[in-house]
């Protein structure tokens, strides 16, 4: 998968005439503290949140602490230790077809956390104009960092896909900065191996569902939802929720509900 996205990547810069520096992979950061962190993930606060699609369809959490929680499957097997992580980066994003999913824990050493913070300050900071190109069917990714003060929201439309056509070479040096982010993060996330605990839910849509659709909560979708169309699903309601999401088919997008499983220490319904 890996080699493949290269080659496509390095056909569209000699089509496009792409300004990107780096073309081949940074080298991982090493590290004296290259262990996992002491702590869980979401024990503190998330510096770095990456969604693809819409700002709820989160891929990718970077906790302070270093723990780093990853979008998988829900039946997604565990991932070997060693093993670095790519971002899912395909059209559409990883929650179609009503996908829950499920989250996968990992880390960044000491050293590479210190390197997150200065790209994603370069790369985020200042209210960057990455431009649109002009190509379709590709997803919005948006990028949410805070320092602990400081915060930035940058969206990219068409993110790495090597597409340069109709940008200025401002845009194209915006947007080579967050690839170089997301590079950094493909080649030094390292997988910790399992699945984390999901005790929340995030519930989109209107509620207005048949009579016959089958709901294992007390409260129906429209009591949750009410006026704001979302709703944040705790604790054993979460647990029941999810399971049943898992083992049964819920008929979500004919119902105009989309269910997702929050990465820990994730507030729902927030942007």
Known sequence: MGAAIATIALAATALTGCSWFGLEPPEPVTCAQSGTPATAAGETAPVLTIAQGSTSDLVLVVYADGNVAMHADADAAAVPATAAVALPRYAGGPYQGGAVGSWEG??????????????????????????????????????????????????????????TSGLSWAERRARDKIVALTDFLDVNVVAAGGTLPVTELQIDGDGAVAGDFTWPLAAAPADLLGDAGCAVVVEADAVTLYTYALENDLGVLEHNLAIRALPPGVAGCQR
């Open 106 to 163: 990992g880390y960044l050493n000491a050293c590479a956390l210190d390197r997150l913070h200065e790209l994603a300050q370069d790369g985020l900071w200042g209210d960057p104009e990455p431009g649109v190109v002009q190509v379709t069917d590709q997803p919005e990714t948006h990028f949410h960092y805070t320092d602990g003060g400081s915060v930035a929201d940058v969206s990219v439309y068409a993110h790495d896909s090597g597409y």
